[in-house]
């Protein structure tokens, strides 16, 4: 037993729409535990909705279409299906009359061509639709196949899942084995450097583990398989303990952890704040650290020093220091560090200060070279040098700059 | 001629990613005027894999492939396509010492598992990756069929795409009409107003005017189909020019401009340069100001006044109007304005402060409640109340914050 996903829409096809119905049915499934290994995508044409539909019942028993239930003509998709299994369409008053009340309570009247979204294959119930005009339906057209369908809107469309397809594919006990997953969250270390160290972990059979890369970040996702959630995390738990141990201070936090709520949970125990001094990410360090609901717990504030006017003005640092080795240099970015700590009067101040180009390089400066400085409670400052590569763009510098200094913090406050 | 997207990965099958690599060629494809009925997800899986190789060869001419390039072991891609056409794999050293040079200048040593990463089908063209590891190939395994690899990793796919695929797309002289598109962008104005100004444009049949709303932002998509972009192009300036006089001050920008991009070219022109006093966005703004690309140019940075302590010291906020009226009023917005623009000695001071919530509200200042305050060359101050709602949520309040504090000072910068 397993689903295919289909999506109707040509809106698909031009690239206006991302797919988020897709992957929200998907992450839907694998709670389910109803597999699913196909998605396919189609714009609204009878034909090839006729050919998808082929290859789908050749490989899947639970098809789920999204998309095409509208009211204008180019709303092909239930009619389509019904064609294609030969059967009759029906015109159900019962839709009609939700349809009116709807136009009605918002001060409109119904329009004639709503009247086709009340037409449902003979034999099909109806699938409804708590916030928009346009119904699914459930169907088994043939003994081993089920069809729903369902508005391509995802605001209706998780509605309508969430309280009728999930209790009726729960009540079939189609889901027999549960997927749940655990991502792990690594930074300082590469994909391929990860993968070696964690490698005998590829080839267990169940909890799985497999690795992929986000922005500078790598995690390690483990699936489990099982009959509940309590099973699957007690077969997760083991693996997840082992890997945290390979992967030493790298690891950082798992699922919705971030590396800014990680090291506000480590300054909000020692009881500690922090301030910032950004020069090339230029307020980024700060959007992340307040991301966090309640950073003001433990986040002060800090200085944007993009122009060295301010560097100077703002944060003490030594205009001769700033000519001898300009602003992207490992004192300077100590001296940021002290300064902002010590005007914000907090017990660490975190600074950087970089090229993320693409211009602003020279011979020996190139683009991605970054520097961040770390003053501490005991009057310390360190500052470490980095070299994030010229080609990975202005963005993506910008980003992994911000995300190596918090995690710089995180290693001190668990190594000191 | 048509071409077929397959996305490859058992991320997506788990819901764990969005699909958004397939927006993008989507959207490219259009654009390139080459036509596409179909896309196709699939997981890590040479079988399956194979499997939609044979019905997408059935269907289509050119498969675009994106996913299952990285060096892990799951990563089956390239090798299952080779497997495929019965082609053998050929080491090529000029991948292996592009990947060596990579992982050196991030100061990292190359590992083992990267060579498979080397391994290209015998015949096939490397389509280079310059900023990550995975190469991916064009490739024409058969007279009629031709292959492209990409990895998942969206900036990796992104700028492959635009500087090897293109150029290739382009040459084979596979697009007939192209479909070329021009978003334009407003801020101030929900998307059913504008809506209903421009409602007669909805019904033309070429160029086509659609509406999206976007974080906070409204967008009017006009779409030209034509012989070539000139010609498009020509559909599409009336329509733009009418749009945009009906708009008036709502209309910010076109396609890549942001509200950051076209307030530096108002600062640029006037020999302007411009601070921030951030608090509830806690450096969102300095950092949208700052993901532009020469903006040193006019903005000087700025003071992340988190704590009411740094609202004091470092921008002189009064203590007692804090005290009388709270951080989050509009007498403290003013004063941090012109605190930073003093300070900074810029010709324009921007603040914010406001509760982005979830926490933080009080009886008479609900989540969402927002003060942004503008200091200009004349020493002339002004402040605006906003409230953004209780229930968008921090992230979306933050961005609406600084988006709006930006607008605030684009209307200034072209009314005065």
Same mark, same amino acid.
């Given at each position: 037993m397993s689903a295919e996903i289909i999506c109707v829409g040509t809106e698909l096809l031009l690239g206006d729409i991302l797919n988020s119905n897709a992957q929200? $049915? @998907?992450?839907?499934?694998?709670?389910? %535990? $109803?597999?699913? =290994? =196909?998605? #396919?995508?189609?714009?609204?044409n009878p034909e090839r909705l006729k050919q998808v539909l082929e290859i789908a019942i050749s490989r899947a028993q639970i098809l789920i279409f999204t998309g095409g239930l509208g009211p204008t003509p180019d709303d092909l998709t239930c009619e389509t299906i019904a064609d294609f299994f030969g059967v009759a369409l029906v015109e159900h008053p019962e839709i009609i009359e939700d349809i009116t009340q709807k136009f009605t309570q918002r001060g409109r009247v119904m329009t004639p061509s709503n009247r086709k979204q009340a037409l449902i294959p003979q034999g099909a119930e109806i699938l409804p639709n708590l916030t928009g005009t346009a119904p699914g339906i459930i169907w088994q057209p043939r003994s081993e196949i089920t069809i729903f369908t369902f508005p391509g809107v995802p605001s209706e469309m998780h509605r309508m899942w969430e309280e009728t397809a999930v209790p009726f594919l729960k009540s079939q006990g189609w889901g027999k084995e549960i997927i749940y997953s655990r991502s792990l969250k690594f930074w300082g270390i590469g994909e391929s450097a990860l993968a070696e160290k964690v490698a005998p972990y590829f080839n267990l059979p169940n909890p799985t583990v497999a690795p992929y890369a986000g922005k500078g970040e790598v995690r390690l996702r483990i699936s489990a398989k099982a009959a509940c959630e309590a099973a699957a995390e007690a077969l997760i738990l083991p693996i997840e303990k082992q890997i945290k141990e390979i992967a030493g201070l790298n690891y950082y936090g798992a699922d919705h952890d971030t590396l800014a709520s990680i090291v506000g949970q480590l300054l909000r125990t020692s009881k500690e704040t922090l301030s910032v001094a950004e020069s090339c990410t230029g307020g980024g360090l700060g959007q992340m650290l307040t991301e966090v609901s309640g950073s003001s717990d433990y986040f002060w504030g800090g200085v944007i020093s993009y122009? !060295?006017?301010?560097? &100077?003005?703002?944060? +003490?640092? !030594?205009?001769?220091?700033?000519?001898?080795?300009?602003?992207?240099?490992? $004192?300077? @970015?100590?001296?940021? @560090?002290?300064? &902002?700590? /010590?005007?914000? @009067? /907090? /017990?660490? %101040?975190?600074?950087i #200060? +970089? $090229?993320? +180009?693409?211009? +602003?390089? /020279?011979d020996n400066k190139p683009v991605g070279l970054v520097y961040i400085g770390l003053a501490g409670p005991k009057d310390e400052v360190v500052s470490f040098e980095y070299r994030f590569g010229t080609m990975r763009g202005r963005a993506l510098i910008r980003h992994v700059s911000a995300s190596t200094a918090l995690d710089l913090l995180r290693r001190q406050l668990l190594t000191r």
């Open positions: 929200f $049915i @998907a992450q839907q499934l694998a709670q389910l %535990g $109803i597999p699913h =290994y =196909y998605q #396919t995508v189609v714009g609204d122009d !060295n006017s301010v560097k &100077v003005g703002l944060l +003490g640092v !030594n205009p001769e220091d700033l000519d001898k080795f300009g602003a992207v240099s490992a $004192i300077v @970015a100590e001296q940021m @560090a002290v300064g &902002v700590k /010590t005007r914000l @009067a /907090t /017990t660490w %101040g975190l600074s #200060t +970089g $090229i993320a +180009g693409p211009s +602003g390089e /020279t």
